[in-house]
């Protein structure tokens, strides 16, 4: 996303990135960023949270609007909750959690080559 955004600008378009991992957003070089300090896949705000989606995205139409600096990097007032519990687990593996990931991760593969068949069957 971020080095489509420098491509648009590039091309004169203006954007806004709203994105959740800072360091990787920040080192492509995009013109303006709005971070909101959650978890990967959720830089508008909390699930079901269309208030606080509502002004995360009025951010990026604000930081859009003034702007006055490439690079602009514009952090949110949010936190997804009182304790940090999502850092410390997020992305986790350990001797707690392996065993349920690993089935997990196989579960998924058998779907995926299932609809996979599936889909190719269709196409034929």
């Given at each position: 996303?971020?080095?489509?955004?420098?491509h648009?600008?590039?091309n004169?378009i203006p954007?806004v990135?709203?994105?959740?991992?800072?360091?990787?957003?920040?080192?492509?070089?995009?013109?303006?960023?709005?971070?909101?300090?959650f978890?990967?896949?959720?830089?508008t705000?909390?699930p079901?949270?269309?208030?606080?989606?509502?002004?995360i995205?009025?951010?990026?139409?604000?930081v859009?609007?003034?702007?006055?600096?490439?690079?602009?990097?514009?952090?949110?007032?949010?936190?997804?909750?009182?304790?940090?519990?999502?850092?410390?687990?997020?992305?986790?593996?350990?001797?707690?959690?392996r065993?349920?990931?690993?089935?997990?991760?196989?579960?998924?593969?058998?779907q995926?080559?299932?609809r996979?068949?599936?889909?190719?069957?269709?196409a034929?």
């Open positions: 996303m971020s080095l489509v955004s420098r648009l600008e590039a004169g954007t990135i709203l994105g959740s991992a800072r360091d990787i957003v920040e080192q492509c070089g995009v013109a303006r960023f709005v971070f909101t300090d978890p990967l896949g959720n830089p705000g909390k079901y949270d269309s208030e606080m989606q509502r002004a995205v009025a951010y990026g139409f604000d859009l609007e003034s702007a006055r600096f490439p690079r602009t990097t514009v952090q949110t007032p949010f936190t997804w909750d009182d304790s940090a519990w999502w850092r410390d687990n997020y992305m986790r593996v350990d001797d707690t959690n065993e349920l990931l690993r089935r997990a991760g196989e579960l998924r593969r058998r995926q080559s299932r996979k068949v599936e889909g190719h069957a269709r034929t």
